[in-house]
């Protein structure tokens, strides 16, 4: 699996961080790794798209992109409940696009501490497996929008980055090893 690390996460080796986001394109596998990831580590899960207020939605499903400024309370809505897992003392994985630094930098001013697993993916295979999907409000036309605002993390954040092609069950154990030995 090709796994870069472009900067290890904080903490003492094999402890986990408070906070990960699983980011990326629609279609990169970002709530499937999360849901798995939380299991592995025993922390809790938030789904991203389920915070999207019902405007977004409907905009989305329309094949109408977010702009900036519409995806500013969607980012707020995770930021918070990943604070408040923290601030429960509970881990948390969250699956959440972060397509831009600037929507990176406004999670981790929730919480400091949070490391970022960019799940990268070619964008013909994103359209593929957002057009195979059922019953998601995002359509197969907006993918080529993600990319075209995807800003993917520097060598300077807290991130690291995953294949997205290789199977699901891989990708978790990958993101285990990366977090546990960092």
């Known amino acids: 699996m090709d ?10 080796p094999g402890s986990v961080p408070p906070a990960i986001v699983v980011m990326g394109v629609a279609g ?5 790794v999360g849901i798995g990831l939380a299991a592995a580590l025993g922390v809790a899960f938030i789904e991203g798209d389920k915070l999207h207020p ?5 905009r989305m499903a329309s094949g109408e992109p977010l702009t900036d400024q519409l995806r500013e ?13 923290v601030g429960s003392g509970q881990g948390v994985v969250a699956a959440c696009s972060a397509l831009k630094r600037s929507y990176r930098d406004r999670l981790s001013g929730f919480c400091p501490e949070i490391i970022f697993l960019y799940l990268e993916i070619d964008p013909a295979t994103a359209r593929q497996r957002v057009g195979n999907r059922k019953g998601h409000f995002m359509p197969a036309s907006l993918v080529d929008s993600q990319f075209a605002i995807l800003e993917p993390p520097a060598a ?3 991130a690291s980055t995953l294949d997205a092609t290789r199977p699901v069950g ?5 993101a285990v090893r ?5």
Request: net charge negative; aromatic share 2%; with cysteine.
């Open 3 to 12: 796994e870069k690390a472009a900067q290890a996460p904080a903490g003492a």
């Open 28 to 32: 990169c596998g970002k709530s499937a």
């Open 54 to 58: 019902p405007e977004n939605v409907a």
């Open 73 to 85: 309370g969607w980012l707020d809505a995770i930021g918070e409940r990943i604070a408040e897992s």
């Open 156 to 158: 300077d954040e807290r």
């Open 170 to 174: 891989e990708l978790v154990a990958g």
């Open 178 to 182: 990366l977090i546990r030995r960092s």
